[in-house]
């Protein structure tokens, strides 16, 4: 299979991920002739469909309008297309059984496995730490042998619980590859920071904010004091939004080969991961960044414990951010992923920023004495 006219359809154009992959699959060294995006606002469609970069490339952009509750919808969008990019949602099972049906009509009709590409995260790696430890356990997208395995801590995907966050839609995604019906590919993305960039944003039709540290940041600003859960103790991975975008276009291209060599199915999984943090060390950068620059009246740095309250207020109770989600991208790699910011460093540098970038954005949300005297 090649891309030579190849048409995708694409969900969450309008979203954090979903912007910047699209930029990269537009961008790709043989992209689709046709993209087809589900979006909710049909005021955003012709803004889409005379993208400049698009027609640069010669990728003719349409537009559904619809959502994943939109089932019928779904199935038939994918039903008329090769492959289908899904970046909306990765605990929408019924929008993705309702793709995995329209892609077994495509397979029925034309005799060809379509493709999906699919978005889940490293939230199915987690564990209850309530920020009190950090874990050595750690999860490799390979499956390690006796060969690759250089620590007793290495664990694979087969091994994770069905019950764990995100696992429900990759297990019903691997079944359907297992049956034939599709060839999967399931990106895992991990804490994503960077601010997104492109024309997708200039236009103002995608956001540009991602969820955990801005979310963070918010808190901080809200309470006057950077917070974390439980001692903060816990690890995460990260990776920036641009290497990202560039390990879904290395995914498109090496699937759509004439001769594709990658895995899929039980050999799909890409972790998009480049590097790690405590939260205790993200926070403490973000106390350091609104005292710095004078977003809060206190001058304390060191963050604090959230209380019960603080938790219902920004999480909704739930001590998420403070589990161990712990992996190595070890398929990524291999099949030539090259993410070009791993360093605690690159993570720290772009909190400074955006501490201030979500303070201009949002700071009139908040109820600080600060806030409400200044505007």
């Not at 060599?261 to 790690?276: K, M, P, Q, R, W």
């Not at 943090?277 to 960044?289: D, E, K, M, P, V």
Request: a neutral charge; aromatic letters at 8%.
């Amino acid at each position: 299979m090649t891309t030579q006219g190849k048409s995708v359809f694409f969900t969450g154009a309008t979203g954090y991920i979903g912007g910047t992959v699209l930029e990269y699959i537009i961008r790709a060294p043989q992209p689709p002739s046709l993209i087809t995006l589900l979006i909710r606002d049909e005021s955003k469609s012709s803004k889409f469909e005379s993208l400049d970069l698009a027609k640069e490339k010669g990728v003719e952009i349409k537009t559904l309008v619809g959502s994943l509750e939109d089932s019928d919808k779904l199935t038939k969008a994918a039903s008329e297309h090769d492959i289908t990019i899904h970046t909306a949602d990765a605990d929408n099972l019924d929008g993705v059984k309702a793709i995995l049906k329209g892609q077994k009509q495509r397979k029925d009709k034309t005799g060809h496995r379509p493709l999906l590409i699919e978005t889940s995260g490293t939230g199915v790696l987690v564990d209850d730490a309530k920020g009190a430890y950090p874990n050595d356990i750690i999860y490799t997208d390979l499956n390690p042998t006796p060969a690759t395995r250089d620590s007793p801590a290495l664990r694979s995907m087969t091994e994770l619980p069905p019950s764990a966050p995100h696992r429900d839609v990759d297990l019903e995604i691997v079944e359907a590859d297992k049956a034939g019906t599709i060839k999967s590919y399931i990106v895992l993305p991990s804490t994503i920071w960077g601010k997104g960039e492109g024309e997708v944003y200039d236009k103002g039709l995608s956001n540009s904010f991602s969820d955990q540290i801005p979310t963070l940041i918010k808190a901080g600003l809200d309470r006057g004091r950077a917070g974390v859960i439980g001692e903060g103790k816990n690890i995460w991975p990260h990776v920036k939004i641009t290497d990202l975008g560039q390990l879904y276009q290395l995914l498109y291209t090496k699937a759509t080969e004439t001769k594709p060599t990658i895995g899929h199915g039980l050999s799909g999984y890409y972790f998009g991961i480049s590097g790690e943090y405590t939260l205790f060390g993200a926070t403490s950068r973000i106390g350091q960044a609104l005292v710095k620059n004078n977003l809060v009246e206190s001058k304390e740095t060191t963050p604090s414990t959230f209380t019960e309250e603080d938790l219902k207020k920004y999480y909704n109770g739930s001590t998420y951010m403070g589990t161990n989600s712990r992996g190595v991208a070890d398929r990524s790699k291999s099949i030539g992923w090259k993410p070009k910011y791993s360093t605690q460093g690159d993570l720290y540098a772009h909190i400074d920023e955006e501490t201030v970038r979500v303070e201009k954005e949002f700071g009139k949300e908040y109820k600080m004495k600060k806030f409400t005297s200044s505007y």
